[in-house]
T-cell receptor, first 115, second 113 residues
């Protein structure tokens, strides 16, 4: 069955700490991978995306993610978090033959950054 | 920057009533989607829509649900007879192509009493 798993449900960091949020997926065929962020009171916004090519992708606000096909993973990283990064982060995947765009989401990770 | 918009932001309805949630996708997008998120749970896919047809629907999207693109700009989700378990945040999204990134609206919080 298609699924996405995010290992960390709630992460608390101090400002300037490094961040890594895990994401693993179970999906047949070619995948497209996404990280979305939802700031408090706002809608889901795209952080970064992977379709093909360089497995290390860079997104907005200093975030990056690495696609490791052998591990079915797409972990999100940021070297130094800021208080403004406090938000909920969602990993999502679609793809396969006959792709209709349907996104499968992970359960989300709440990141709290302490000033 | 173009945005997906949704109305209303919050809808309260009684069980058994019909509700219509409205979305205006980004104007040059061709693919439209509805998702929902029950409080504390994952964002779940409901339906994808292209060329005035449903491309895929989930098990959640039963006969009580329907979607429509009544004109060139709006995309609606109708729930014919709401149930308590339909209470959730409903998100509309659009994309230029399947597999491309989807842009999400702010959501409609539906509360069924």
């Amino acid at each position: 069955a298609q699924s996405v798993s995010q290992h960390n449900h709630h992460v608390i960091l101090s400002e300037a700490a490094s961040l890594e949020l895990g994401c693993n997926y179970s999906y047949g065929g070619t995948v497209n991978l996404f990280w979305y962020v939802q700031y408090p009171g706002q809608h889901l916004q795209l952080l970064l995306k992977y379709f093909s090519g360089d497995p290390l992708v860079k997104g907005i606000k200093g975030f990056e993610a690495e696609f490791i096909k052998s591990k079915f993973s797409f972990n999100l990283r940021k070297p130094s978090v800021q208080w403004s990064d406090t938000a909920e982060y969602f990993c999502a995947v679609n793809g396969g033959s006959g792709n209709t765009g349907k996104l499968i989401f992970g359960q989300g990770t709440t990141l709290q950054v302490k000033p | 920057e173009p945005e997906v918009t949704q109305t209303p932001s919050h809808q309260v309805t009684q069980m058994g009533q019909e509700v219509i949630l409205r979305c205006v996708p980004i104007s040059n997008h061709l693919y439209f989607y509805w998702y929902r998120q029950i409080l504390g749970q994952k964002v779940e896919f409901l339906v994808s829509f292209y060329n005035n047809e449903i491309s895929e629907k989930s098990e959640i999207f039963d006969d009580q649900f329907s979607v429509e693109r009544p004109d060139g700009s709006n995309f609606t989700l109708k729930i014919r007879s709401t149930k308590l378990e339909d209470s959730a945040m409903y998100f509309c999204a659009s994309s230029t192509w399947t597999g491309r990134e989807q842009y999400f609206g702010p959501g409609t919080r539906l509360t069924v009493t």
